[in-house]
């Protein structure tokens, strides 16, 4: 009897070491598919991806197989490769880049994790609430220092466009917090709406004929259109400041995060939540380094000067 036992123990063993072994050399056992749905195309989205697909190779090596799509500005586009990414269940988990992103794949997708970069404000999307599967890297920005910087290089400034989509949810915020400050610092402000890509030159033509100076918050329709921006705010030697870091050329200023950070940061917090166990809401949303560049061509084509007491906070390019 004794024996008995012993042999079906020791069969038991076999099978189990049998079953150890066949998952170590089937690589497709443990294989993780992630889904990456970005807003648009422009530098700071683009970097985001850049960053997430570099990091989470590195972390996962050939173990994991991404999966990209792309909805070029459109919502409708947005919603659609979210519902299409939903259906493929060989997804283990999704990376959304940019508000419109992370709020198709969130109407979408309840039990799979997401993780975001470049949404500037997860909190009033409700993508933290009790028992959420979304956490990420956000790109809000300090706006009450990003005016004072301005009025330090443009010390004569007295009104400011504002150039966004009022369909932008992250744009009306930073919009908001745009007006509050410049009302502190007593500067007139006008709104500039630009509700598609169609709207952005005519919004931009009103913008620089009657203003000193076109601020834009991190808005995904204008930064998809900000060449016909350049060209008309230039035509019209008006100076513009981008919310976001990343353009070669063109803004006076560029205030914003580090968006290929942001991108690693995304791809951290994915690796522990699908390698390490951990659920989404115990991982708090991150914030990546930001930086100040401030273009020397403009400055000088405008005649500005940078002052002393700012040149250690900024960064000439």
Same mark, same amino acid.
């Given at each position: 009897?004794?024996?008995?036992?012993?042999?079906?123990?020791?069969?038991?063993? /076999?099978?189990? /070491?049998?079953?150890?072994?066949?998952?170590?050399? *089937?690589? &497709?056992?443990?294989?993780?598919?992630?889904?990456?749905?970005?807003?648009?195309?422009?530098?700071? =989205?683009?970097?985001? /991806?850049?960053?997430?697909?570099?990091?989470?190779?590195?972390?996962?090596?050939?173990?994991?197989?991404?999966?990209?799509?792309?909805?070029?500005?459109?919502?409708?586009?947005?919603? !659609?490769? !979210?519902?299409?990414?939903?259906?493929?269940?060989?997804?283990?988990?999704?990376?959304?880049?940019?508000?419109?992103?992370?709020? %198709?794949?969130?109407?979408?997708?309840?039990?799979?994790? +997401?993780?975001?970069?470049?949404?500037?404000?997860?909190?009033? =999307?409700?993508?933290?609430? %009790?028992?959420? *599967?979304?956490?990420?890297?956000?790109?809000?920005?300090?706006?009450?220092?990003?005016?004072? +910087?301005?009025?330090?290089?443009?010390? &004569?400034?007295? &009104?400011?466009?504002?150039?966004?989509?009022?369909?932008?949810?992250?744009?009306?915020?930073?919009?908001?917090?745009?007006?509050?400050?410049?009302?502190?610092?007593?500067?007139?402000?006008?709104?500039?709406?630009?509700?598609?890509? %169609?709207?952005? !030159? /005519?919004?931009?033509?009103?913008?620089?004929? *009657?203003?000193?100076?076109?601020?834009?918050?991190?808005?995904?329709?204008?930064?998809?259109?900000?060449?016909?921006?350049?060209?008309? !705010?230039?035509?019209?030697?008006?100076?513009?400041?981008?919310?976001?870091?990343?353009?070669?050329?063109?803004?006076?200023?560029?205030?914003?995060?580090?968006?290929?950070?942001?991108?690693?940061?995304?791809?951290?917090?994915?690796?522990?939540?699908?390698?390490?166990?951990?659920?989404?809401?115990?991982?708090?949303?991150?914030?990546?380094?930001?930086?100040?560049?401030?273009?020397?061509?403009?400055?000088?084509?405008?005649?500005?000067?940078?002052?002393?007491?700012?040149?250690?906070?900024?960064?000439?390019?």
């Amino acid at each position: 009897m004794t024996k008995k036992i012993i042999a079906l123990l020791l069969g038991l063993i /076999a099978i189990l /070491a049998a079953v150890v072994l066949l998952k170590r050399n *089937n690589p &497709k056992e443990n294989h993780i598919t992630i889904g990456i749905l970005q807003t648009a195309s422009f530098p700071p =989205l683009d970097d985001s /991806a850049k960053g997430f697909i570099s990091e989470i190779k590195k972390e996962l090596g050939d173990n994991v197989t991404v999966i990209e799509q792309n909805a070029q500005g459109s919502l409708m586009q947005a919603q !659609a490769i !979210a519902s299409s990414f939903k259906a493929n269940k060989s997804i283990s988990g999704f990376f959304a880049i940019a508000t419109p992103a992370v709020q %198709a794949l969130k109407s979408e997708v309840k039990n799979r994790p +997401i993780t975001f970069a470049a949404v500037t404000d997860p909190i009033g =999307l409700h993508l933290r609430e %009790a028992g959420s *599967n979304i956490t990420g890297a956000s790109d809000m920005a300090d706006i009450e220092k990003q005016i004072s +910087i301005l009025r330090e290089i443009m010390p &004569k400034l007295t &009104k400011v466009a504002l150039l966004y989509n009022p369909g932008e949810t992250n744009s009306v915020l930073l919009v908001r917090l745009m007006k509050t400050t410049l009302d502190k610092y007593g500067i007139a402000y006008q709104d500039n709406g630009a509700n598609s890509q %169609a709207d952005v !030159a /005519a919004a931009a033509q009103h913008a620089a004929q *009657n203003s000193d100076l076109i601020l834009i918050p991190t808005d995904n329709t204008i930064a998809s259109a900000l060449p016909i921006v350049r060209q008309i !705010a230039d035509k019209a030697n008006t100076p513009f400041v981008t919310t976001w870091t990343g353009e070669s050329e063109g803004p006076l200023m560029q205030f914003g995060v580090d968006y290929t950070q942001s991108g690693v940061q995304a791809a951290q917090l994915m690796k522990k939540i699908l390698i390490d166990g951990i659920k989404p809401m115990d991982l708090p949303v991150v914030s990546p380094s930001s930086s100040i560049l401030i273009s020397s061509k403009v400055v000088e084509r405008l005649g500005l000067v940078i002052p002393e007491s700012i040149k250690d906070s900024v960064s000439l390019m």
